[in-house]
């Protein structure tokens, strides 16, 4: 694997930037094997693992991000998964070699004109029918569809096709609507008309609609056969995670970390009134946030993949992902164009932003829409997946086993009694009386009092929703976005305390920044979430009775934390060690006039800045700076005014 992301993953990016997504590329994606990544060995694929994958799409994202969702669509949700976990053996022993070569491409169609998130709207259809098919008569489908958005539909051989099927005649059953089921379609069957192309904004990938006409499938063709008609959006459900948890992570985390790293170098070497932008207050105001933000998702991703790695399936984890670094992405990369200003207003190849900050409403939208996954998805799964006695009581109920049910009432019951009471002690006595790890001192010991501080708040609060609403909290879109965001938080604050564990001291500052300003939002929350419900001053007072008392991390925190950032070079390497970069690119330019500045600095507090080769030289005439130094404020200059330049055109 570390020799594949070693070697293949620059190659590559290499020939991306000499010849674009074309031919060339593609031919080397196939041959490389960048679209089996997880296809077992026994069918010609990589059979890589969840971490490795993942850190192949963020380096393939830094380079371009429509290079990496070429690679990484037919490795997500699509033919090769679904057919790996549902296919027939016939359907694996056939198709996954294929798939691991690109002898087929693959695209996956759900989405349709009347079905975007509600997928159960869809009209696309498929009636069981009987048909003649290779000279026999054969039991099938007849499907009509007209599909749009599908990620390389243009250049697919084999579609992966969502669709609602029915049975009027009754061939297979007493049942006339099914369901959704998941089949396989050949791009070159009559009645298949695919080719043309979408535009997505401000990217080149191949993605497009396309239709069907009265095409017969044969039952073979189902996704696991004739057994699996209807239980397509199981299967779609369950299949989600790589999506929402690798692909889009992946592309997000190169993003902040691009944004983080070009940023902490341009605030360096850009001047303003003669002072490097870093030093100015409202400049470092963006970089600590993103630094921290960097750090968090780095965290938040180690901890998922581990996971993956494992053989788990997270849905709620995977959701939290997805929602969580598309929105700091679409964050980040608006903090980095505001410390750029106008060098990345201005498109050309010297703008090395401009094509992750226009992917990002790409990056927002697909695997489920934000909004969506916030208001009804996180909180919403996350509660009847994780509460400790609900989905059994349902359960209990449904199969009307009272006995069952009455005894895990009373366990409800009792546990509601304990986390109120837990809220109440640990909030006032600031979770001195929480259980916390053995040998934590300092300041990690209070970190992890205030994380079960809130999660007793948090797990308090739930109760009361639930009396309160009932099975009508699904409705509760505002307060489940509420919910979802504190959830985020205490998970975010979690997984960076674990994460701390294989860091070097180096990082304390930055750690202790990031749990201020996520346990201060999360007391936030609690207030906005008792004043949303109205509740009575009673319930405040058992979750906040000291309100929020812990304000943002202080100016002088920032402060030293965004120097540490600038001249400690092993913080920076270690938050941004993903971005790919061509020898000689503006990003190449930029590293290399980095390196200079920080060397600089000493001379420049020394002598004063200079920005012009004749103030330099006259330095040098008066034997205030040495003739390396000359060498080092001279070079420095000229990759200053190469990183500052902007592209022009004559039209």
Request: aromatic residues 8%; glycine residues 8%; neutral net charge.
């Amino acid at each position: 694997e570390q020799d594949f992301i070693n070697k293949k993953v620059p190659q590559l990016c290499d020939t991306f930037n000499q010849f674009g997504l074309t031919d060339k590329t593609l031919e080397q994606i196939k041959s490389a094997g960048f679209w089996s990544l997880n296809i077992p060995k026994k069918y010609g694929g990589l059979d890589f693992s969840a971490q490795a994958h993942a850190k192949i799409l963020t380096q393939l994202s830094s380079c371009n991000t429509s290079l990496a969702v070429t690679v990484m669509v037919p490795n997500s949700l699509g033919p090769a998964e679904l057919i790996l976990h549902y296919g027939t053996d016939e359907q694996k022993q056939d198709l996954l070699p294929k798939l691991a070569t690109g002898e087929h491409i693959p695209c996956f169609a759900l989405t349709s004109t009347d079905a975007g998130s509600d997928a159960g709207a869809m009209v696309d259809s498929g009636v069981i029918c009987q048909q003649e098919y290779n000279g026999k008569n054969t039991l099938g489908i007849r499907l009509n569809w007209d599909k749009r958005y599908t990620t390389l539909a243009p250049m697919a051989t084999l579609i992966g096709l969502a669709f609602k099927t029915y049975d009027p005649d009754g061939l297979i059953g007493n049942q006339s609507d099914l369901g959704i089921t998941c089949a396989l379609v050949d791009s070159t069957l009559n009645g298949v008309s695919i080719g043309r192309h979408h535009h997505p904004i401000g990217s080149n990938f191949s993605n497009g609609p396309h239709q069907g006409k009265d095409v017969f499938i044969p039952m073979s063709a189902v996704i696991g056969g004739q057994a699996m008609i209807a239980k397509g959006w199981s299967m779609l459900m369950e299949s989600l995670s790589l999506g929402r948890g690798v692909s889009l992570p992946s592309l997000s985390l190169a993003g902040v970390e691009l944004s983080l790293k070009t940023s902490l170098e341009y605030a360096l070497i850009r001047k303003q009134f003669k002072q490097s932008l870093y030093r100015f207050q409202g400049v470092a105001e963006k970089l600590v946030p993103m630094a921290a933000d960097t750090l968090t998702m780095k965290a938040m991703s180690n901890f998922h993949l581990n996971l993956l790695d494992q053989g788990l399936n997270p849905s709620v984890s995977s959701a939290i992902l997805k929602y969580h670094h598309t929105e700091l992405l679409r964050t980040n990369i608006n903090h980095a164009m505001d410390i750029h200003g106008g060098k990345t207003v201005m498109l050309g190849r010297r703008n090395y932003l401009s094509d992750i900050y226009q992917v990002v409403p790409i990056a927002i939208t697909v695997e489920g829409a934000n909004i969506l996954t916030r208001s009804m998805i996180i909180f919403g799964q996350g509660l009847m997946r994780c509460h400790p006695f609900l989905k059994e009581e349902l359960e209990s109920l449904e199969k009307k086993d009272t006995v069952l049910f009455n005894r895990l009432l009373g366990h409800h019951l009792a546990h509601i009694i304990g986390v109120k009471i837990k809220s109440f002690v640990f909030a006032i006595s600031g979770g001195r009386l929480a259980k916390i790890p053995k040998g934590v001192k300092g300041f990690e010991k209070n970190n992890y009092q205030q994380l079960a501080t809130l999660s007793a708040s948090f797990a308090f609060l739930v109760e009361i929703v639930l009396m309160k609403f009932g099975p009508k909290i699904k409705f509760q879109e505002s307060v489940n976005g509420l919910f979802s965001d504190l959830l985020i938080k205490m998970y975010s604050i979690s997984v960076l305390l674990k994460y701390r564990q294989v860091l070097d001291n180096d990082f304390n500052d930055l750690i202790r920044w990031s749990v201020q300003r996520q346990v201060h939002e999360s007391q936030v929350l609690l207030s906005d979430i008792c004043g949303q419900l109205n509740f009575s001053l009673v319930f405040r007072w058992i979750v906040l009775p000291r309100g929020v008392n812990q304000p943002l991390p202080s100016v002088k925190l920032q402060n030293k934390v965004v120097n540490q950032l600038i001249n400690n070079p092993n913080l920076k390497d270690t938050l941004t060690s993903d971005v790919l970069y061509a020898k000689d690119s503006t990003l190449d330019i930029l590293d290399q006039a980095y390196t200079l500045a920080v060397e600089a600095e000493k001379v420049y507090k020394r002598v004063g800045y200079v920005d012009s080769y004749e103030a330099i030289d006259a330095l040098l005439d008066k034997q205030q700076i040495s003739i390396d130094e000359h060498q080092l404020l001279s070079r420095l200059t000229e990759l200053r005014r190469k990183i500052l330049a902007v592209d022009d055109y004559e039209h």
